[in-house]
């Protein structure tokens, strides 16, 4: 049985729309961010130093790290959701692996946190808006006409990149100006998993 750590409104959702679709039986450990700070709750300390969530317990391991998570059990599970390993398409499967929790975060991130810094914060506004618009046309660019990243059908970076899509299309208002984008979020919505993990995670 796999267990997931779940904490709402977070990056976890992907790992709960993933299981859902691989349709392997797990259990969920929830957990609500603080009403106040927005936070995640000190009990997940009490699983992983960090406190982070998404992480999974499968086979008397813990594992974290969104990425790692969502290899490990396409590997296993859905194995039809990676490209074989001397393809092309694998390279890019790595690429945008890494990519959605490295190079398209760190705008977000920054975004997020500046932007919490009120006046003193102006001054890189203009920078981080840069990289934003950079990345999430990157992104945009890179669907497929089939509404997918890097195979005609879903995929592990198609799980992956969910989440800064969803940030350009829904939380920053940017659908016009990236609409493949917005068809991939709409597409990915319209999944039955989709819909039932965030209905069971409190999304």
């Known amino acids: 049985m796999i267990k997931l750590h779940h904490l709402n409104r977070s990056r976890s959702h992907r790992i709960f729309w993933l299981l859902e679709e691989i349709g392997e039986p797990y259990e969920v450990v929830?957990?609500?961010?603080?009403?106040?700070?927005n936070l995640a709750p000190p009990e997940l300390l009490a699983v992983h130093p960090l406190g982070k969530s998404p992480m999974i317990e499968m086979d008397g391991r813990l594992i974290t790290e969104s990425g790692a998570i969502t290899e490990i059990l396409c590997a296993q599970f859905a194995p039809q959701m990676i490209p074989p390993a001397d393809s092309d398409a694998y390279i890019r499967h790595l690429?945008?692996?890494h990519f959605a929790e490295g190079s398209?975060?760190?705008?977000i991130l920054l975004n997020l946190y500046v932007g919490r810094l009120g006046d003193a914060g102006a001054p890189l506004h203009p920078r981080i808006q840069?990289?934003?618009?950079?990345h999430f046309s990157y992104m945009n660019g890179l669907v497929r006409p089939s509404g997918h990243?890097?195979?005609d059908?879903?995929?592990a970076p198609d799980i992956m990149l969910s989440f800064p899509a969803e940030i350009a299309v829904e939380r920053m208002g940017q659908a016009d100006a990236f609409p493949a984008l917005a068809q991939f979020v709409k597409q990915i919505k319209a999944r039955p998993a989709y819909q039932r993990a965030t209905e069971k995670g409190n999304n």
């Open 95 to 97: 690429e945008l692996m």
């Open 153 to 155: 059908d879903l995929s």
């Open 130 to 134: 840069e990289e934003l618009t950079s």
């Open 30 to 37: 929830s957990y609500t961010r603080d009403t106040k700070t």
């Open 104 to 107: 398209a975060m760190i705008p």
């Open 149 to 151: 990243f890097v195979l």
